[in-house]
């Protein structure tokens, strides 16, 4: 029996137990992030590759959202970065602006099927016409709600803008001051305001040629108004009194298992992390998507899920994409995979999946995806928009704010000068 590095799971969190390895000839190491069914779904397809290759042995080193990047960073930074690493497609700009940040893998095309995937998606994973990352899936943000937690308070699903504010005094009425219509963390509540600005204003938040915010002075002030007016109208809880539970994921606090926090504004590949943890028989639904009367675009955050890259350091590249290519497109991978990444872009595993009923329009990933796939969606999301530096930036000054040490036209102002300073620094 093979012994891997694995991260340590201790209750229902996913705590990373990150350990230096020495990989020997037939040794791989493979990273990424996620929740337990992530975790346990790769594990599951690596031991088939295992199989099918006897010589290779792979080395998996995973571990929850929080802290993921700042562990990679460290590890390219020294170059001891693994040989196959999941990637976000907001860290190509960091790691690899200019294309050689990670391998190409259009290199090894002999042992990774690329006409699997539509060219367009490839596209999102290309920098300087090099192929830095494969995409696995693609997702964007929608609203799921816990259905009992609505149904307990006497309330349909909202329908638009106006529905979802006008849920909060409801929910603090008839439920109590610890129920909330919505949850959202910090990325979150970047991403639908940013699609509500989007819908007014038919505009996207970054000015990649100007290397500056796309918004005046009054789009980002009220940009930030759209936060402390939910807060007021007790649509989503402070970032203060979220934190007070602790640095667990969301979706292991007890208000979420427990059904206070009654939706989510979440990647829909995600979304399935959510429901499971919820108490039974407590389950979410897919919301319908709010948009403005007039409104031309959604203003979806929408871009490849996760992707998988190969580390530039990695002297097994061929391994390495033998691995991704096992994992994508082989059946033995793909069907230990299931849906825990998402709909899965390889023709070949959409396909397979499809006829064996895992991707069903039950799947609450797959219905958001359909939704997804029905809105309108032309103004693309820039990869700045999640510059680690630009979304602390906009946390700490929430926090803030929270804390009473800042007035919201204060936080405005603070924040269009160091975010115009943070991007001309990224984007030059």
């Known amino acids: 029996m093979k012994i891997k590095t694995i991260a340590l799971l201790v209750g229902m969190a996913s705590i990373g137990s990150m350990i230096s390895v020495n990989a020997s000839a037939d040794e791989l190491r493979m990273s990424w992030w996620g929740g337990n069914s992530r975790h346990k779904a790769t594990n599951a397809a690596v031991d088939e590759f295992e199989k099918a290759n006897p010589s290779i042995e792979v080395k998996t080193e995973y571990t929850g959202w929080g802290g993921h990047l700042q562990r990679l960073t460290t590890q390219i930074a020294g170059n001891t970065e693994p040989d196959v690493m999941q990637t976000n497609w907001n860290w190509m700009p960091i790691f690899s602006a200019k ?6 893998l259009r290199e090894y095309a002999d042992v990774l099927d690329l006409t699997q995937f539509d060219e367009s998606a490839l596209a999102a994973g290309t920098n300087n016409g090099k192929l830095n990352a ?5 997702a964007a943000r929608v609203f799921y709600f816990n259905k009992d937690t609505w149904a307990k308070v006497g309330l349909r699903f909202p329908t638009n ?15 109590g001051d610890n129920y909330f219509p919505l949850i959202l963390e910090t990325n979150d509540l970047l991403g639908m305001a ?35 007016n939910m807060v007021d109208n007790h649509v989503i809880p402070s970032t203060k009194y979220i934190a007070s539970f602790g640095a667990a994921n969301m979706y292991e606090h007890k208000p979420w298992i427990d059904g206070e926090w009654g939706g989510i504004y979440m990647w829909n590949s995600a979304v399935n992390k959510y429901n499971n943890n919820l ?11 709010p948009q403005l009367p007039g409104a031309t675009d959604a203003g979806l955050f929408y871009k490849p899920a996760q992707m998988f890259s190969i580390g530039k350091n990695s002297d097994k590249p061929r391994e390495a994409a033998m691995l991704i290519n096992f994992i994508l497109n082989e059946p033995a991978g793909y069907k230990a995979m299931g849906l825990a990444r998402g709909v899965p872009l390889s023709l070949a595993a959409r396909r397979a999946l499809a006829l064996d ?57 603070d924040y269009k000068k160091q975010a115009n300073r943070i991007l001309r620094k990224a984007i030059k």
């Not at 803008?161 to 439920?175: N, R, S, T």
């Not at 108490?279 to 319908?288: E, I, Y």
Request: glycine content about 10%.
């Open 357 to 413: 009923g895992t991707i069903s329009d039950t799947d609450l990933s797959v219905a958001g995806l359909a939704q997804i796939n029905d809105l309108p969606k032309n103004i693309k999301v820039s990869p700045y928009f999640e510059n680690p530096k630009l979304v602390s930036l906009f946390k700490g000054l929430i926090e803030k704010m929270d804390q009473g040490q800042m007035t919201v036209e204060e936080v405005a102002k």
């Open 279 to 289: 108490k039974p028989p407590m389950s979410l639904g897919l919301g319908f998507y």
């Open 161 to 175: 803008w106006d529905e979802i504010m006008a849920a909060g005094p409801i929910f603090k009425e008839k439920l």
């Open 134 to 138: 494969i995409p696995i899936s693609m």
């Open 194 to 228: 940013r699609s509500y600005m989007v819908q007014k204003y038919g505009i996207g938040m970054i000015d990649e040629a100007g290397e500056k915010l796309a918004y005046s002075d009054a789009q980002i002030l009220e940009f930030f108004k759209l936060y402390t």
């Open 99 to 104: 294309g050689n940040g990670f391998k190409d």
